[in-house]
């Protein structure tokens, strides 16, 4: 019971609901979900948003916002947010993707949204492996990364290499802000959901597709507990998916923020 | 109303336009390439979505997307693109969102060609993506009846909250006739419950296929169905002629009907008691309507620009006394009136007063 002496000092963003997460101790995906859920608060832009979730574990995303969702085939996030922007243009719509969602069975539909300057925003969290399946190799999964799919570490000359996402679709001219954040420390935390907040905002402005690649730990498919997890962020993730601004476009540096 | 002579892929796409389309989202390929051409043009000049998607994948994604929301919104395709989008008509069914979406079926299988078939039946009548279910499938057999059932195909689509097929071909898509347009539509959107469009006062809403629980995914299982059920109580549809007296009933849809009605015409002309029978609807298939007709009918041929792909429903609908006789063309062939005349001739009917 809050009396006149209580003061809310924290509390979960109103655009989050209730729901238990499914998600694993240690896991990214809460920290980034609250992230998301704070800049649309901070926005004011509930109501009017609309979220596309994908498949893997951001599968259940819908059951954690508290805004209108729609839950899309493996990779096709894209598509569906670009069919619901194009008829919505006044609200706001997001897809949220992990890395074997838009890094392999869905790179056509990611490619592609961008190439058009689809005005959506892309919350593409990136743990280096399959998590909802159960560990195995993912596109973005690291040269020597054992998982249950690659057991004795991904041998490139036979699995190929990681796919930095990000660093491809800064090159399309379509693109307006791709950036790279991570969460590995409260530092970085801050980062991320201050890019999550210029994304949401190139969208409002109308200024085109926008990226946030966020970097996340899975200590449960990387068989490592939650802290050891956080270091391999930092020590193994981020030298081969180095953080920073990959494309900001002119018109997203100048733009006005509410 | 005077008639204009129109290509058919163009006239469908006018008659989604006069239906009140909302969005299209395409791919192109032959033989329906000029439907997407046709709206390039005509929906950006009424200020409406026109988006070349990258696949036919992204194309039924994106009109997942779309119908979503309530818009009303299209995809058309042909045979081999069809087979992409199977994956997102399963998703959309089991959401229930309302779609349509045109198939100017060509040769199959693989690459195939580009010549008019009907060997899509099975993926479109059946379910052709995984689990249960089957979407609203109309077989036109001229540019006129493409046209009309293009028109209603969207309030379809709405009431029953289901994917409505238009199961053409590359000769109805490809071939020019004389139609009568439609009256433009304007459509005021109307909310139903369950559209997204911004949680603004209202709790949010959720489109989704998903039900982890097996109680949950029967009950989405058991909503498809229901649906599905309202549409086999009120939307069989299918055409009879001549079958009141007939010795043999020669059953075919689409364009092999057309070319069936040629011959079923001259047969009666020579005083030979052949009738026909053309579901409009395939899915759900008249099955009474033929049912009906077994029980003085013991004859039946049907007539498929396939390998007899509906035969398995005529045979379900008529037991197992009546003889079902097939003539079919592959690979893209048209059957002649003539071919079907051997066919039916090779039948041995006795002629009227004989």
Known sequence: MLTDAMEIVWQRPSSLTPALTHYCPGCGHGIINRLVGEVIDELGIRETTIGVASVGCSVFAYNYFDCDFAEAAHGRAPAMATGIKRVRPDRTVFTYQGDGDLASIGTAEIVHAAARGENITVIFVNNAVYGMTGGQMAPTSLPGMKTTSSPFGRDVHRAGFPIRMSEMLATLDGTSYIVRRSTHDPGNVNKTKKAIKTAFQTQINGLGFSLVEILSACPVNWNLTAEEALHYVEEKLVPYYPLGDLKVAETVKNMSVR | ?354
């Not at chain 2, 198939?103 to 195939?112: E, V």
């Not at chain 2, 620009?305 to 893209?332: C, H, I, T, W, Y």
């Open chain 2, 1 to 354: 109303m005077t008639k204009e002579l129109w290509k058919g892929n163009e006239a469908v796409a006018e008659a989604a336009v006069r239906a009140g389309l909302h969005a299209y989202f395409g791919y192109p390929i032959t033989p329906q390439t000029e439907l997407l051409e046709y709206l390039a043009k005509r929906m950006v000049e009424l200020d409406r979505v026109f988006l070349q998607a990258e696949s036919e994948l992204a194309a039924i994604n994106m009109v997942y997307g779309a119908g979503s929301t309530g818009a009303r919104a299209m995809t058309s395709s042909s045979s081999p693109g069809v087979s992409l989008m199977q994956e997102g008509i399963s998703y959309i069914v089991a959401s229930g969102v309302p779609c349509v979406l045109v198939d100017m079926m060509r040769g199959g299988p693989g690459l195939g060609n580009i010549a008019p078939s009907q060997a899509d039946y099975f993926q479109l009548v059946k379910g052709g993506g995984h689990g249960d279910y089957h979407p609203l499938v109309l077989a036109p057999a001229s540019v006129q009846e493409a046209v009309d059932l293009t028109y209603e195909a969207f309030d379809l689509a709405m009431k029953y909250r289901s994917v409505v097929i238009i199961a053409a071909d590359g000769a109805i898509g490809q071939m020019m006739e004389p139609v009568e347009l439609p009256p433009m539509r304007d459509i005021e959107p109307k909310d139903q419950g369950w559209e997204l469009g911004g949680a603004i006062g209202r709790d949010r809403r959720i489109i989704t296929s998903i039900g982890l629980e097996p109680a949950e995914l029967e009950q989405i299982n058991l909503t498809v169905q229901a649906r599905q059920a309202l549409m086999q109580a009120a939307e069989v549809r299918y055409v009879e002629r001549w079958t009141d007296d007939a010795d043999l009933v020669v059953v075919a849809f689409g364009t092999a009907a057309r070319v069936a009605q040629s011959a079923v015409r001259e047969m009666r002309e020579r005083g030979l008691k052949v009738g026909l029978f053309r579901p409009i609807s395939l899915w759900p298939f008249p099955t009474e309507q033929l049912a009906q007709i077994a029980k003085k009918v013991k004859r039946f041929l049907v007539v498929e620009m396939n390998a007899g792909q509906m035969v398995e429903d005529v045979r379900l609908a008529v037991g197992s006394e009546p003889s079902v006789a097939f003539f079919g063309k592959m690979g893209g062939l048209v059957p002649m009136p003539e071919e079907i005349l051997e066919r039916i001739e090779a039948l041995e009917l006795v002629p009227v007063g004989s």
